[in-house]
């Protein structure tokens, strides 16, 4: 039995692998995964939540550039690497666009950065501020790959670390319908009866109520923030999933493997998990993919009405939301940047979900 189902596996991971789109779009989800993970290493602004504003250069179309002075702020910063890593360093320095600067009587004159052709604001601030005087490696120029927002904030830093919301909320959503859905829909094909039909009552119930406004009543009750959201999108999420392991349990509880299983007095826990659930896993696994495009949808969503992620927290949704309006002011790509991510992935998962349906089809 064991060779038989590594045959299987074997068998269904070939004919997976011959499946170009679902291969690319596996790799790309590797990428989006890996950049979600460490998406301060990738992004150019590492403060948390890439959130370094100047306003001054608000709305700057994608390649801009301009000179940065960094003014240090001499505060020691004790985080750690691990959380600098993960959560973005706590930035206490004051970073000012400028256009240009000369060095008069001990000061360092600067001319701040304005646009539209006005002339900045000159001011001047003690050589003493800089370590031994060193202002030369404070001045840098800074360039933006694609431009910047209407808060003058890096695009390209909050794009990558705003991956991490679309991303990660797909696996919660997904673990949270799964432990559900499978629990549920376990019990109620399995025992049937009044069980199943309380169950299905539920599962019609919760199915009625359209899931955007399911998510909103949710995300109310348990307060706007991060993994409420999170929690809110997989708690709409496993009635799919109930619904197919009811009925694949429906379909195999009377087959022999399972007759011969309750002979031997095995008790119903064990039936289930080790004979039943093994043997349905495809269909379960293949409406995993597409929930999880779901859940990104969903998510962005609720950050586009304003009650997903909170500010400064970066998210796509979000990101959409802050900027559609510049759609009509020459500035499209503020709002199309982020729609196109979150259409990438969103295809990556449904594109995987239809090659492993593929794979793992027994009849093809």
């Given at each position: 039995m064991g060779k038989r189902n590594s045959s299987l596996s074997q068998l269904a991971l070939q004919k997976f692998k011959k499946n170009l789109w679902g291969?690319?779009?596996?790799?790309?989800?590797?990428?989006?995964?890996?950049?979600s993970i460490f998406a301060y290493v990738?992004?150019?602004d590492d403060s948390q939540n890439a959130n370094q504003m100047h306003l001054s250069i608000h709305s700057k179309k994608p390649g801009f550039k301009v000179q940065m002075l960094t003014i240090p702020s001499h505060l020691e910063n004790d985080q750690s690497f691990f959380s600098m890593l993960f959560f973005g360093t706590e930035n206490t320095d004051t970073e000012i666009p400028i256009t240009n600067y000369k060095v008069e009587n001990e000061q360092l004159v600067y001319t701040e950065y304005a646009s539209?052709?006005?002339?900045?604001?000159?001011?001047?601030?003690?050589?003493?501020?800089?370590?031994?005087?060193?202002?030369q490696k404070f001045i840098k120029?800074?360039?933006?790959?694609?431009?910047?927002?209407?808060?003058?904030?890096?695009?390209?830093?909050?794009?990558?670390?705003?991956?991490r919301i679309s991303f990660f909320i797909g696996f919660i959503a997904v673990f949270i319908s799964l432990v559900i859905g499978i629990f549920m829909g376990s019990v109620a094909g399995y025992f049937g009866g009044?069980?199943?039909?309380?169950?299905?009552?539920?599962?019609?119930?919760?199915?009625?109520i359209p899931t955007l406004l399911l998510v909103i009543a949710i995300t109310l009750a348990l307060g706007k923030g991060f993994w409420q959201v999170f929690i809110a999108v997989g708690l709409t999420m496993w009635v799919e999933v109930a619904r197919v392991v009811r009925g694949q349990i429906i379909s195999v509880k009377e087959m022999q493997y399972?007759?011969?299983?309750?002979?031997?007095?095995?008790?119903?826990?064990?039936?289930?998990?080790?004979?039943?659930?093994?043997?349905?896993?495809?269909?379960?696994?293949?409406?995993?993919?597409?929930?999880?495009?779901a859940?990104?949808?969903?998510?962005?969503?609720?950050?586009?009405?304003?009650?997903?992620?909170?500010?400064?927290?970066?998210?796509?949704?979000?990101?959409?939301?802050?900027h559609y309006n510049y759609i009509i002011l020459?500035?499209?790509?503020?709002?199309?940047?982020?729609?196109?991510?979150i259409m990438l992935l969103v295809m990556a998962f449904m594109l995987i979900g239809n090659a492993l349906r593929d794979a793992l089809d027994v009849k093809g």
């Open positions: 291969v690319l779009s596996f790799w790309f989800i590797v990428l989006v995964g890996l950049i990738f992004a150019p539209d052709g006005l002339e900045g604001v000159i001011k001047q601030i003690p050589l003493t501020n800089f370590p031994e005087g060193n202002y120029e800074k360039r933006f790959p694609f431009g910047t927002d209407k808060y003058g904030r890096d695009y390209l830093s909050r794009i990558l670390i705003g991956a009044k069980i199943d039909a309380f169950i299905m009552w539920i599962i019609n119930v919760t199915w009625s399972v007759t011969a299983a309750r002979a031997l007095g095995f008790d119903d826990f064990r039936i289930i998990s080790r004979h039943i659930l093994p043997n349905i896993m495809a269909p379960v696994i293949v409406i995993s993919a597409a929930n999880f495009a859940a990104i949808l969903v998510e962005s969503g609720l950050s586009f009405l304003g009650i997903g992620a909170q500010p400064p927290m970066a998210s796509w949704g979000a990101m959409i939301k802050d020459g500035k499209p790509y503020l709002a199309l940047i982020p729609g196109l991510c």
